[in-house]
């Protein structure tokens, strides 16, 4: 069965240095993925997604990501971070038709001034 | 700019009440979900629709049921509350099942 593991349950980044947060999945075949962005009280908002093609995908608030098939990662990245982006963010997979999306635990980010 | 509520946002209940979630989405989305999220933890899927009259269990047991006379609205509901109840709920809905999840705000129960 497929899982999605998040590593890092908190990350605390200065404002405007980089960030990565990390996602592992396990999944046969390949997958197709997300990550998610929660503020507080919120919902789950899109960042970006990929479902094949090329490796590295923008997304939205300068926000990229890139799938590693050898290494089974699809991990998030940002240049600068901005303290708006404190928030906690979801990798998801999914694994074909007929299937709902599995989530990993979540990473909280905290950007400090 | 969600197109997809939920209601009511906070909802605080006392032990063997009955209650009900509501979901709805102006997409025209079949397929339409219902997650548990506990701090700390992944989200659990609980209960999936995949159009009228279709509903199903998810992976995690639920004792809450769920119903889908209309495509629009997906509505869950508890007919016994109890503490362990208590969570955050999010409603969600896809186009297709190579689509992005698309959230509504989530209805944060407590069950006193």
């Known amino acids: 069965a497929q899982s999605v593991t998040q590593p890092d349950i908190h990350i605390t980044v200065s404002e405007g240095a980089s960030l990565e947060l990390r996602c592992n999945y396990s999944?046969?075949?390949?997958?197709?993925l997300f990550w998610y962005v929660q503020s507080p009280g919120q919902g789950l908002q899109l960042l970006l997604k990929?479902?094949?093609?090329?490796?590295l995908v923008q997304g939205i608030k300068g926000f990229e990501a890139e799938f590693k098939r050898s290494q089974s990662s699809f991990n998030l990245r940002k240049p600068s971070v901005h303290w708006s982006d404190a928030a906690e963010y979801f990798c998801?997979?999914?694994?074909?038709?007929?299937?709902?999306?599995?989530f990993g635990k979540g990473t909280t980010l905290s950007v400090s001034s | 700019e969600a197109d997809i509520y939920q209601t009511p946002r906070y909802l605080v209940i006392g032990t063997g009440k009955k209650i009900t979630l509501e979901c709805s989405q102006t997409?025209?989305?079949?397929?339409m979900y219902w997650y548990q999220q506990d701090p700390g933890m992944e989200l659990h899927l609980i209960h999936y629709?995949?159009?009228?009259?279709?509903?199903e269990k998810g992976d995690l047991s639920s004792e809450s049921t769920v119903s889908r006379i209309r495509t629009e609205h997906f509505p869950l509901t508890l007919e016994s509350a109890r503490p362990s109840h208590t969570s955050q709920y999010l409603c969600?809905?896809?186009?297709?099942?190579?689509?992005?999840?698309?959230f509504g705000n989530g209805t944060r129960l407590t069950v006193t």
């Open positions: 999944y046969g075949a390949t997958p197709y």
């Open positions: 997409m025209g989305h079949d397929k």
């Open positions: 969600a809905s896809r186009q297709a099942d190579y689509s992005p999840l698309h």
């Open positions: 998801a997979v999914g694994a074909g038709a007929g299937t709902a999306l599995i």
């Open positions: 629709s995949y159009g009228v009259n279709s509903t």
């Open positions: 990929y479902f094949s093609g090329d490796t």
